[in-house]
């Protein structure tokens, strides 16, 4: 079997969607009867291929988006058939898809297609809700994911969830940082801090409340600790900026913008737990990270984050300012309950890996039943 997995729409590996194409084909079986072939832009040739000896077949089309989504409306069929794949795999169906393919085909779903279809115009939803109902299956990242398909009316039956995986060769507990300063160049970000990785996108991230809620807590407890907000900016990022400078505590929270990947395990490692509000997340891998690297989550009750982070977080309502201080304060006074939510984040974090995530997805592509 020849499986084509598309490359288009992750980003160059800057995003989410990028991110999980590079595990996915980092962790891809060499001694599987199975052959692998990448195909895309050119400038992704060497992009996901990790080291590995995996053949890429590059497509002549510009770098932007509508390019792409042209070419997969109108040539996709005839590049499949060139290139004899049995199945092709499309992990970025968010961004660019088919609407139809003549043979088989799996989309990858890591988000909420509700929150998409909300942002876009009326052709690209049916495009998208036609590309979906084609595919012979789909892989979602969460059963909150899957469910959001099945209200926007695709099929069930098609539907598997498999969860992503984390590299535990990058997030695990460091036990060699500086009490006082983890130094990640070109920042020095003084400890005691609690971090919140996402982008400035908005407001169903919560920074503002978020912001807010760090506010109180430093009011009511006198404690030294930090905020750091570690994301790329947009939409939001005045208005989250706005927030801070509101703040009484302004000094006291660092807003970093883009942080790449590879520093998150030494700031996670570092900080004395992970605040993590946003209310639309479908994966959550963040929050996963963070357990790897040793430390408690607390989280939002909405989105995914329930199903990805079992018992293991302090929850609260991102809606709820008073609700989101008292936990912050709650991990850092009870030192017996931040032992036991950094040992069984360890431990839940343990179930989730890429190898795993492989091995299922594979498995799901070669069972013939729809």
Same mark, same amino acid.
């Given at each position: 079997?020849?499986?084509?997995?598309?490359?288009?729409?992750?980003?160059?590996?800057?995003?989410?969607?990028?991110?999980?194409?590079?595990?996915?084909?980092?962790?891809?079986?060499?001694?599987?009867?199975?052959?692998?072939?990448?195909?895309?832009?050119?400038?992704?040739?060497?992009?996901?291929?990790?080291?590995?000896?995996?053949?890429?077949?590059?497509?002549?089309?510009?770098?932007?988006?509508? #390019?792409? &989504?042209?070419?997969?409306?109108?040539?996709?069929?005839?590049?499949?058939?060139?290139?004899?794949?049995?199945?092709?795999?499309?992990?970025?169906?968010?961004?660019?898809?088919?609407?139809?393919?003549?043979?088989?085909?799996?989309?990858?779903?890591?988000?909420? =297609?509700?929150?998409?279809?909300?942002?876009?115009?009326?052709?690209?939803?049916?495009?998208?809700?036609?590309?979906?109902?084609?595919?012979?299956?789909?892989?979602?990242?969460?059963?909150?994911?899957?469910?959001?398909?099945?209200?926007?009316?695709?099929?069930?039956?098609?539907?598997? !969830?498999?969860?992503?995986?984390?590299?535990?060769?990058?997030?695990?507990?460091?036990?060699?940082?500086?009490?006082?300063? !983890?130094?990640?160049?070109?920042f020095a970000i003084k &400890?005691?801090?609690?971090?919140?990785?996402?982008?400035?996108?908005?407001?169903?991230?919560?920074?503002?409340?978020?912001?807010?809620?760090?506010t109180l807590f430093k009011?009511?407890?006198?404690?030294?600790? &930090?905020?750091?907000?570690?994301?790329?900016?947009?939409?939001?990022?005045?208005?989250?900026?706005?927030?801070?400078?509101?703040?009484?505590?302004?000094?006291?929270?660092?807003?970093?913008?883009?942080?790449?990947?590879?520093?998150?395990?030494?700031?996670?490692?570092?900080?004395?737990?992970?605040?993590?509000?946003?209310?639309?997340?479908?994966?959550?891998?963040?929050?996963?990270?963070?357990?790897?690297?040793?430390?408690? !989550? =607390?989280?939002?009750?909405?989105?995914?984050?329930?199903?990805?982070?079992?018992?293991?977080?302090?929850?609260?309502?991102?809606?709820?300012?008073?609700?989101?201080?008292?936990?912050?304060?709650?991990?850092?006074?009870?030192?017996?309950?931040?032992?036991?939510?950094?040992?069984?984040?360890?431990?839940? #974090?343990? &179930?989730?890996?890429?190898?795993?995530? !492989?091995?299922?997805?594979?498995?799901?592509?070669?069972?013939?039943?729809?």
């Open positions: 079997m020849k499986i084509g997995i598309d490359t288009f729409g992750c980003d160059h590996a800057r995003s989410g969607l990028g991110s999980y194409l590079y595990y996915f084909v980092s962790n891809l079986p060499t001694d599987s009867e199975i052959s692998f072939e990448l195909f895309g832009s050119e400038m992704d040739r060497y992009t996901y291929t990790s080291g590995k000896d995996i053949s890429y077949t590059s497509v002549n089309v510009p770098d932007s988006l509508q #390019a792409e &989504r042209f070419w997969h409306y109108l040539k996709i069929n005839q590049f499949i058939k060139k290139n004899n794949y049995d199945v092709t795999l499309f992990p970025a169906i968010e961004n660019v898809f088919p609407t139809k393919t003549k043979n088989k085909s799996v989309a990858i779903v890591n988000s909420i =297609l509700s929150n998409f279809l909300a942002k876009t115009d009326k052709f690209t939803q049916f495009q998208l809700k036609r590309g979906l109902n084609n595919v012979n299956k789909i892989v979602a990242a969460s059963n909150f994911i899957k469910n959001d398909l099945i209200l926007n009316g695709i099929s069930a039956s098609k539907i598997q !969830v498999i969860y992503n995986g984390i590299d535990h060769k990058m997030f695990f507990p460091a036990i060699d940082l500086n009490p006082d300063v !983890v130094e990640i160049k070109p &400890r005691p801090y609690f971090i919140y990785g996402s982008r400035l996108s908005g407001p169903e991230k919560k920074h503002i409340e978020l912001i807010q809620a760090f009011k009511k407890s006198n404690y030294p600790h &930090r905020l750091v907000i570690c994301g790329s900016d947009g939409a939001y990022s005045t208005e989250i900026q706005k927030a801070v400078l509101e703040s009484e505590f302004a000094s006291d929270i660092f807003v970093t913008g883009y942080f790449p990947h590879e520093s998150f395990p030494k700031l996670y490692a570092g900080a004395t737990a992970c605040v993590f509000p946003s209310v639309n997340e479908g994966v959550g891998l963040p929050i996963l990270e963070s357990m790897a690297c040793g430390i408690p !989550v =607390l989280c939002s009750t909405s989105g995914a984050l329930p199903e990805i982070g079992g018992d293991v977080p302090l929850y609260f309502d991102s809606n709820n300012v008073d609700q989101i201080a008292a936990q912050m304060q709650k991990i850092v006074d009870d030192k017996e309950l931040y032992k036991q939510k950094s040992e069984a984040g360890l431990l839940w #974090a343990s &179930r989730f890996n890429w190898e795993k995530t !492989v091995e299922q997805t594979i498995n799901f592509i070669n069972n013939d039943k729809k």
